[in-house]
């Protein structure tokens, strides 16, 4: 895609699913990229799963003729964040595409859920895309040049997800981060927009990916009446870090096979 090749660009939980498959078809466009990661506490065979696919990635990436840089931060952290951009841009120089895709999820009632709990949800995912746009726009305006930010929403950024307040309330405050800061900085350069994906084919969702009962009831709802494979998602946000999207800035496009479209409303239906 137009303008891509020979840019810079750091991509957040990296190590697999969405993050994966955005920097590998960064990579393939032609981009340098930084891959972050941050292990997990859990299970140790879950580490070590997260450790061998971000080992993939990778790989990936090298046999795409780029340069690639690996940088372990936690995102909700603001001096690892700080950390984070000295490793990518010593490595690669400056950094000059972002994409925010670190996020977590913890399933609870509503009533049931520990503060604990909720606020590391936002920290991860709200939090996090704060801390590294702030960085990276503080990078960029000091030196005077202009550049992208891509976040990772989701389809809960506007349909509720009980079970899962936390989550539902960082992406819908990812939006709205998402139209502020690129108000903020249209006349400065900087286009900032976000992808929304609808249910998709990554580890995790495992729960529902796995169980072919469960596949088909999620599948169920979408009008395409399929899940996504995680480079649907990779192509629009490509397309997004391009220069093919210049006059594209503030938006939140949803990648979802119609799932935002109200789809219980398919057949006529009226209130007389």
Known sequence: ???????????????TGIGQAIAVRLAREGAHVGINWVTHEGAAEETKERVAAFDRCAADIRRCDVNVALARADVSKEPEVRRMFDEIEAALGPVDTLVNNAGIQIESDSEALETEDFDRVLAVN?????????????RRLAAGEGGVILNVSSVHEVIPKPKFLGYSVSKGGLGNLTRTLALEYAGRGIRVNAIGPGATVTPINRSWVEDPGKRKMVESHIPMGRAAEAEEMAAVAAFLCSD??????????????????YPDFRTAWSSE
């Open 1 to 15: 895609m137009k303008g891509i090749r020979g840019r810079t660009a750091l991509v957040t939980g990296a190590s």
């Open 126 to 138: 709200l939090r996090g895309a704060f801390l590294c746009a702030r960085e990276f726009l503080r």
């Open 244 to 261: 093919e999207a210049a006059y594209v800035t503030g938006q939140t496009l949803f990648v979802d096979g119609g799932l935002t479209l």
